[in-house]
């Protein structure tokens, strides 16, 4: 290694393919959740590493995407006075670009080949340094076959210099060789040549990085097809060399360095738009990060941050909103098909005749009978004698039995659904305060301030948390084990309401926070405690057991389906719009007359 290498003695090369060490601090780099220079080791402070190589030039003041704001910063409300040690980095594309160019380096001395050839060789295996080195010393001929790394051509092989050289592709001549250029592998273009091609193939996508020659490796005088074509991997050079776009250019070097770090396990991108940052977590897995950028997520499944809710469960809630899960509840909860040609329907008024608008078919929508078959002796427009003999004695039909029941989980799922929109929308609500609280401050008030910042932050996670557990909530199989979750689950919501009320009910603002101040770190405390110990309880497996792979009808309370209200088990009827439980109608007689 060259004598004026930043990095020090070779790095161990380790079993997870990244090629460094477990300890993040060995790169002097402080594991953080904002990328601040808490430790003055002369990294920039915002973790953005400047305009290094393979930097998309995109500001964190023009973000644009306006969801979510950021968590307030030291440099106003502060940070928590104790706040627990994270086990992960904000890494800029600075650093990422040193290590892999360390990694290139390191790659290249152990397996005695150019910088080049192991950038080449890196690139094919994906950045996986250890199933490399076990193929190459297994076979290096192999590996070089494989990849397309042909070795150096011998000084026999070369054009004398001031010959001319025939150019390969179907649209040139010959030319001198000085304006011609081949690969090891023997294939002569003139450099306009490549220039073309190579161009081409930024343009085409980030599958430039794998661009191969573009000669034929066949020698038989036929239509040559794929499997003809020379496989010889284009070096970075040949692209530095002949494309002098230079927004080109940064796009391979930006797909590059995409490449390295999909290859790392340890090191991902965060998921946020328009953010160039990368994170690392030497443990890998489930974890809840903090960009230098204010987003937070989850390590494992890059989705939003989800303590304490499993990441399969919550591709599962997601799903059922994002796509048609939670329709098709509502359509077998709702509607019933018609009798003669199963279009599904829905009724929307307490009469119970019904008439299918595509066939014309008239009969009742409670036992499903021809209507000419029902009048004033079978109970009229709004009831249905035939069927509330039935259901007097549970003998439901098949369909009105699935349809109960999807009516009930219907129920449960809007209960659900509900609290957790409305934890999304308390945590939005908190981050406005922050900023209303922020424009209320003055440089020299920030020590006196602390202590906000701290319970904002807390709020928002015991908020993230809280929203969180009503998704898992849903999965969870009745019983005692769901009953002291709910329970934990009322106390974490007692406490960050009581906490919310109290950050917004002074109307003095800061002046009056500042007298609440003893009360505020108080129940910070106990907000943050009872957090904390929620999350324990679920990571330490003991509902692992009782989560459901669906969703059961079993509920404490039911959401109407009509206009949202929360009701309790026992309730038959919403005591907003009426709608009853059983069928979701707001009009129906037959669940009247069946309580009356």
């Not at 998309?56 to 979510?68: I, M, N, R, T």
């Not at 023997?186 to 661009?211: P, V």
């Not at 738009?273 to 989850?298: D, L, M, W």
């Amino acid at each position: 290694m060259s004598d004026d290498d930043d990095w020090g003695d070779d790095p161990m090369l380790e079993d997870d393919d990244d090629g460094w060490g477990d300890d993040t601090a060995g790169d002097n780099m402080m594991a953080t959740t904002d990328g601040e220079d808490d430790n003055n080791d002369g990294w920039d402070d915002d973790g953005d590493g400047g305009d290094g190589y393979g930097a998309v030039g995109l500001d964190a003041s023009d973000d644009e995407w306006e969801d979510e704001e950021k968590l307030p910063s030291k440099a106003t409300l502060g940070a928590p006075v104790l706040e627990r040690q994270h086990s992960y980095a904000v890494l800029s594309n600075e650093l990422l670009f040193a290590r892999q160019q360390q990694l290139i380096r390191v790659t290249a001395e152990l397996l005695f080949v150019t910088q080049e050839e192991a950038s080449c060789l890196l690139r094919h295996y994906g950045w996986k340094n250890s199933k490399l080195q076990n193929e190459w010393f297994s076979s290096q001929d192999e590996v070089r076959r494989k990849v397309g790394l042909s070795r150096p051509l011998d000084a026999a092989q070369l054009p004398a210099p001031e010959s001319k050289v025939q150019c390969q592709s179907a649209f040139c001549d010959e030319v001198a060789v000085e304006e011609a250029t081949a690969l090891n592998c023997g294939h002569w273009f003139c450099n306009d040549c490549w220039h073309s091609f190579l161009e081409s193939q930024l343009k085409s996508g980030r599958r430039a990085i794998f661009a191969t020659c573009m000669g034929m490796a066949c020698e038989k005088d036929h239509n040559h097809k794929f499997g003809c074509a020379c496989n010889e991997m284009i070096p970075d050079s040949m692209f530095a060399r002949f494309i002098k776009d230079q927004k080109l250019l940064d796009k391979y070097k930006d797909w590059l360095l995409d490449s390295f770090v999909e290859g790392q396990r340890k090191i991902k991108w965060c998921p946020r738009p328009k953010c160039n940052k990368a994170v690392e977590y030497s443990q890998g897995g489930y974890r809840s990060i903090t960009c230098g950028c204010g987003h937070t997520f989850c390590f494992s499944c890059m989705e939003e941050a989800h303590m304490p809710c499993p990441c399969d469960l919550v591709k599962k809630w997601n799903a059922k909103s994002r796509t048609d899960d939670a329709t098709e509840i509502w359509l077998a909860a709702r509607t019933k098909q018609c009798p003669n040609c199963q279009v599904r329907i829905e009724k929307n008024k307490a009469c119970n005749h019904m008439k299918c608008s595509k066939c014309g078919h008239d009969f009742c929508w409670l036992c499903k009978g021809p209507w000419s078959k029902h009048g004033s002796s079978t109970g009229g427009y709004y009831v249905c004698n035939k069927y509330n003999e039935s259901a007097a004695k549970g003998a439901f039909s098949e369909e009105e039995s699935k349809m109960m029941d999807k009516q009930k989980v219907l129920q449960k799922y809007n209960f659900y659904y509900k609290r957790f929109v409305d934890s999304q929308e308390g945590i939005k609500h908190t981050k406005k305060l922050s900023e209303r609280l922020e424009q209320q401050m003055t440089s020299i008030d920030v020590n006196r301030y602390l202590f906000i910042g701290d319970a904002i932050a807390k709020l928002i996670f015991a908020r993230r948390v809280l929203q969180w557990t009503y998704a898992m909530a849903y999965y969870l199989k009745s019983g005692g084990k769901k009953n002291l979750f709910e329970h934990q689950q009322q106390m974490l919501m007692e406490h960050t309401e009581k906490l919310q009320e109290l950050m917004e009910s002074d109307s003095r603002g800061l002046e009056g926070l500042l007298q609440s101040r003893k009360k505020i770190i108080n129940l910070t405390s106990s907000t943050d405690k009872f957090a904390h110990e929620m999350v324990k309880h679920v990571e330490s497996g003991d509902f692992e057991d009782r989560l459901l792979s669906e969703a059961d009808i079993a509920t404490s309370m039911w959401a109407c389906t009509t206009c949202s209200t929360v009701m309790k088990p026992d309730k038959m009827f919403c005591t907003r719009c009426s709608a009853c439980r059983r069928h979701g109608e707001a009009e129906c007689r037959a669940c009247k007359r069946d309580n009356n």
